[in-house]
């Protein structure tokens, strides 16, 4: 047990135009969600934390406004990337916890390409 | 700020030789859980240890949790190219997890 999906893995979108992650739990409820960014052959960079039905806790630094995140339900998370640029590119990794919030379970990542 | 810092950063090997990586901090933890990446992929969660001087074994990977839970370290014996990855300890506190900045491990057949 303990799935979570992410769709799309990859995708590839102009400069100025908005993505949309999803974030599935497939198999439990996540009470908490969690959305990290990484660079190549680096650790994960928390970017916020959503609960279902409550805003999302966005880390220090990282645009609320810009990454826009939806917590709708306890299966489905969602990260916008709204005005995508260049610099935007990355790996994004969600993550879903079950009641002890220690133990994370990830997606397996989106490549976003800005191009 | 909690910081988790792995050592060695980069770790390449013969098939068949031992490792520990270190996971090393001076915040005290409630958990601590290490996790297994392989490139273009979500991390994978190996373990988590809770108590003190713990010990955990998984096949040929073996876990410890420090006595004043602040490092954790984790042994493979007799690597094998299928090791090869990223692996990440995570630190929780206060339902936060800290994530250190991972050991890369190349595994040479």
């Known amino acids: 047990g303990a799935v979570v999906s992410q769709h799309p893995s990859w995708v590839i979108c102009k400069s100025g135009t908005s993505v949309k992650i999803e974030c599935r739990s497939l198999d439990f409820q996540a009470t908490t969600m969690f959305w990290y960014r990484q660079f190549p052959k680096q650790s994960l960079m928390l970017m916020a934390t959503s609960n279902e039905g409550s805003k999302a806790t966005y880390e220090q630094g990282v645009e609320k406004d810009k990454f826009l995140i939806n917590h709708a339900s306890l299966t489905l998370s969602t990260l916008t990337v709204t005005s995508a640029h260049p610099e935007d590119s990355s790996f994004y990794i969600c993550?879903?916890?079950?009641?002890?919030?220690?133990?994370?379970?990830f997606g397996p990542g989106t490549r976003l390409t800005v191009t | 700020t909690q910081l988790l810092e792995q050592s060695p950063q980069f770790l390449s090997i013969q098939e068949g030789e031992n490792l520990t990586v270190y996971c090393n901090s001076s915040s005290v933890f409630s958990s601590l859980q290490w996790y297994r990446q392989e490139p273009g992929e979500g991390p994978v969660l190996l373990v988590t240890?809770?108590?003190?001087?713990e010990v955990k074994k998984l096949k040929r990977l073996t876990f410890q949790f420090g006595d004043a839970r602040k490092d954790s370290s984790l042994h493979i014996t007799a690597a094998q190219p299928g090791d090869t990855g990223l692996y990440l300890c995570a630190g929780d506190n206060a339902g936060k997890s800290t994530f250190g900045d991972g050991t890369t491990l190349t595994v040479k057949p």
């Open positions: 993550s879903a916890s079950r009641g002890s919030l220690y133990e994370q379970y």
């Open positions: 240890v809770v108590t003190g001087g």
